[in-house]
């Protein structure tokens, strides 16, 4: 059973602008907000994850967002994140606090010096390929010298479009063979790299900026936001059963169902 890490939206909101998809203009409507989450909890549930939530913090309204907290190797091994942007740094003791707490072994020691690297988000396992995502966030140089990742197992795919920052925003493996992708999102170069690694499925500029690539995978169910019908036909035919649900509120904010998961296992 996969057991899955999120945090309440108690105090989400749009409070700063780090990514282009933000705008201190655009407010969150709070009670959406709220709904949407809960109907991410309960599906993912229905798909038979187990769910855990660590407590919500007052001054960091990017919490919800426990994918890029930390990145779990397996066997209760746990990287932890060094956020880029100070508005997001201040997450990370929280993140540690939990995962200690949770009888992790955290695998590294976050100071000023850290290169940064922003969890699952950036770092998305195919069975043992480990798809590493670099050139908003997370720096390619931290994927080359953290001496956790067996290097020969690392897919370095460079993200080159803004909207489209986090490796989980344009990326998702169904399997092991099998993910979805955005390609206009990757370097030609990274482009050639990912399809030599893996299967890859296409989607449509309009569905991929409905964070249709943002999607959790449990098993042959597919969470993933409304708005990608052309994805979801798709799926079913690889014999996937799509769960669309409404996640407007948190695409305000640059995420959106995977963004607001952290698999533990
Ligand atoms: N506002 C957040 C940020 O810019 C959104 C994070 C989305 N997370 C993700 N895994 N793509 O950092």
């Known amino acids: 059973m996969t057991t899955i890490l999120m945090c309440p939206p108690d105090f989400y909101g749009i409070h700063y ?22 109907t991410l909890f309960s599906t993912l549930q229905q798909c038979g994850a187990e769910l855990v939530c660590m407590p919500p913090q007052p001054g960091w309204p990017d919490l919800v967002f426990t994918a890029n907290g930390g990145l779990s190797l397996g066997k209760q091994q746990m990287v932890l994140p060094h956020f880029k942007y100070p508005e997001r740094q201040g997450e990370e003791p929280y993140f540690q606090a939990w ?12 100071t000023k010096d850290s290169l940064f690297f922003e969890g699952a988000g950036d770092a998305l396992f195919a069975g043992d390929l480990l798809f590493v995502g670099y050139g908003f966030r997370s720096e390619k140089r931290y994927f080359e010298t953290a001496p956790y990742f067996q290097q020969d197992k690392l897919i370095y795919c460079e993200l080159i479009d803004p909207y489209f920052y986090h490796l989980d ?16 999102a990757f370097s030609v170069e990274s482009q050639e790299r990912m399809s030599n690694n893996i299967e890859l499925i296409a989607v449509t500029e309009a569905e991929a900026k409905q964070f249709a690539c943002n999607a959790v995978v449990i098993n042959k169910h597919v969470v993933l936001p409304t708005g990608t019908p052309v994805l979801s036909s798709i799926l079913a035919k690889h014999g996937y059963t799509p769960h669309p649900i409404p ?9 959106a169902c995977k963004c607001l998961t952290l698999t533990l296992d």
């Open 17 to 38: 602008e780090i990514n282009p998809w933000m705008s201190l203009h655009v407010s969150v409507d709070h009670p959406a907000a709220v709904t949407q989450w809960k």
């Open 169 to 184: 925003t344009c990326f998702c493996p169904l399997s092991e063979s099998l993910a979805l992708w955005y390609p206009p």
């Open 247 to 255: 996640m407007q509120e948190y695409i305000k904010a640059g995420g």
């Open 99 to 110: 995962f200690q707490k949770a009888g992790f072994n955290i695998l590294n020691t976050i």
